[in-house]
């Protein structure tokens, strides 16, 4: 169901495997419109901007959601629920996610724009493996991004600016919580919470604990 959406639709549940290029979505691959209670269960193999649900989402997505252990393939701004994020996204539910890439890769954004928010995420256990501006919840955010949970294990393996929630982050980070263990592995500008911060990080919890193996 890769398709420029500039209305609105609700309540669509998609399966399958999703393959192209970009603004690869399982769900939607443009978002100009509003989308609310989409659920996706798709293995999505792509170029740039790529996720499970929007490929890229300039409008409003709230209620999203996977139910299934999914794995995302691309090169750049790869994401769970959304590759790039310029719009706003409000309540977002992922079950087990693998994401594999090279840059800007996070557990639910790419990236998300300055202007752009990314509200009440949560998230089951999360691998990513990339090279740089790695992300749990976000690869690089300019944006507000808040209240985001992570329910169990967040693993993420790159080479440099990885952070359990923002690679790099120049907006807002506010109320992430980890239930479980972040194992963080690269080389340079590693961080538990942000590998690069120009912004403001504020209320973050670790329940379990962190480990972060880095040369530098």
Known sequence: FPVTIEGRITSIIVNGTVTGRDQIGGGVGLNLGEVRNLQVNATVNGRDK????????????????????????????????????????????????????????????????????????????????GTNLLGGAVGVSSGKVADIKFLEQLTITGRGQLGGAIGVASGATLNISFAQMVKIKGENELGGVVGVTYGTVNNIAFSKGLEIDGAD
Request: hydrophobic letters at 45%; glycine letters at 16%.
């Open 50 to 129: 790529i996720a499970i649900l929007i490929g890229e989402n300039k409008g409003l997505l709230v209620d999203g959601s996977t139910t299934s252990a999914l794995t995302v393939r691309g090169n750049t701004q790869v994401g769970g629920a959304v590759g790039l994020n310029s719009g706003q996204i409000n309540k977002v539910k992922l079950n087990v996610i693998t994401l594999i890439g090279n840059d800007m890769l996070g557990g639910i954004a790419g990236s998300v724009s300055p202007l752009a928010e990314m509200i009440d995420g949560e998230m089951r256990a999360v691998t990513i493996n």
